[in-house]
Structure formats: C-alpha cells, structure tokens
C-alpha cells in the first residue's frame, strides 16, 4: 500500500513539473513578426507605419533611416510611454542586423503595441538613409 501511495505522488509530482515546463516553452516560443527589407523600403514613407531604431545614439548618428525615433533597446522597456503616441500604427523596429530588433519588437508587442522586425536591419536596408558622423 505505501509503495503503492509513493508511486502516485511520483506520478503526480512528474505530471506537475512536466506542465509547468511545458508551458513556459510555449510562452518562450513566441515568433516574433518579421518584415522583410524590400517590402520595409516599399512601406517607408506610408503614414501607416513608424520606422524604430533600437541601436544606439552613436549608431544612430552615423547612419539611420530619415525621420525614426531612437531608443536602444537596453532603454526601450523603461522609455516604452514615449511610443505611446504611435500606438494607432505600425511599428518597424530595425537595428544593424535584426537581434536587438527582434528583442525590440517582443517588448513592444508585450506592450500592446503593433510591431515588426526589420528583417536584416541596416545591413540589408536598400531605402533612403541619412548620413551623419
């Protein structure tokens, strides 16, 4: 009888642990929305939309798509009421290469906000840009 007790609560134990990891992967697999470059070029411009740079000042200075507000994305999540006025469009979050921006665009969205990955950041971008130091 107590060999029988211990093997249910084994089980019980197991099936317990076993849900909770499984769903905090789900949760951890959120697929962020990606944007791929040529079709950001094509939406540049639209009202619709709002182009993000999540790199920092310096990166910003040196390069950057005309007219996008910077906020790094080590700031973003304590700075994110700033957007608040964008909140009635689409957010384009771009970087140099995608990884802050993908970061970027999952805080936004947990925000509320309507965002997109820049698909390849900077590297890729083949629209308009500004030149700075």
């Not at 317990?16 to 789900?26: A, D, L, R, S, T």
């Not at 990606?34 to 999540?54: H, I, P, R, T, W």
């Not at 969205?109 to 130091?133: C, P, R, S, T, Y």
């Amino acid at each position: 009888m107590k060999i029988a007790i211990i093997i249910l609560l084994i089980g019980a134990l197991g099936a317990g642990v076993c849900n909770y990891f499984c769903q905090n992967n789900k949760e951890n697999k959120m697929e962020t929305p990606m944007l791929e470059s040529a079709k950001g070029v094509d939406l540049y411009g639209d009202d619709e939309y709002v182009f993000l740079d999540v790199r920092t000042l310096n990166e910003h200075r040196a390069k950057a798509i005309p007219n996008s507000p910077v906020i790094p994305v080590q700031e973003l999540e304590s700075r994110v009421n700033e957007l608040n006025k964008y909140k009635d469009k689409k957010i384009v979050v771009y970087c140099r290469s995608g990884n802050r921006s993908k970061r970027g665009t999952d805080i936004l969205i947990n925000h509320g906000f309507d965002a997109v990955n820049l698909e390849g950041g900077m590297n890729k971008w083949q629209g308009a840009v500004i030149l700075g130091e």
